[in-house]
């Protein structure tokens, strides 16, 4: 009589879910691609600072060498005059702290709070208020 015909599901991706899947690739590269440039940044910084304390001095000496690997390193987020430098026990110890605006799209934007320190216990010291009150 009739011979059985046995149809195998179609396997694969469909034309709407390989754009869905496409979009959502050029979402999560786009926002790496505006993300990770800060990143390296701040990356960076941190490295400076360690080289600054490595170099030892007076503040004043921490901060132009902190400025001239800035320099070096394209560093635009902060510079000497923003660090806190503290005189702790264990010797001279340098912090960061700063804010990044990253704008994805039209109004809105992604804000990242980077801060480091060259102290062990990794506590970030604040910057002292200078702004009479």
Do not use: C, W
Not at 104 to 116: K, R
């Amino acid at each position: 009589m009739y011979p059985q015909v046995v149809l195998n599901a179609q396997r694969g991706v469909s034309l709407s879910g390989l754009i869905v899947v496409l979009a959502l690739i050029g979402v999560v590269a786009v926002f790496a691609m505006k993300v990770l440039p800060t990143y390296l940044e701040y990356r960076s910084v941190k490295e400076a600072i360690a080289h600054a304390k490595a170099g030892g001095g007076s503040v004043r000496d921490m901060q132009t060498s902190f400025n001239k690997s800035a320099d070096i390193n394209r560093i635009d987020a902060i510079s000497g005059k923003d660090l806190v430098i503290s005189k702790e026990a264990g010797g001279t110890e340098l912090s960061f702290a700063y804010q990044k605006i990253i704008p994805l799209a039209t109004n809105v934007s992604l804000l990242i709070d980077y801060a480091g320190t060259t102290a062990s216990d990794g506590v970030v010291a604040a910057k002292p208020d200078t702004a009479a009150k």
